[in-house]
């Protein structure tokens, strides 16, 4: 799936959880992973702290 990071050690993944297609953010800080939820459209990211203007795409969506 495909997997974004933004400024300070955000990290967005499409991911699928139970047969549902989400968005997975977490937080990255001294080379540990925290999540900070799950999101069912992109609109929702910003209630998690993310900036859609600042996310870099870090690997491509593998199943297109």
Known sequence: MGQWRGPGGILVEAIIL???PLLRVSHQVNGRTYLR???????????????????VEDRPLDHL
């Open 18 to 20: 139970d047969d549902r």
């Open 37 to 55: 939820g799950y999101c069912t459209t992109v609109s929702e990211l910003g209630q998690h702290g993310v900036d859609l203007a600042e996310l």
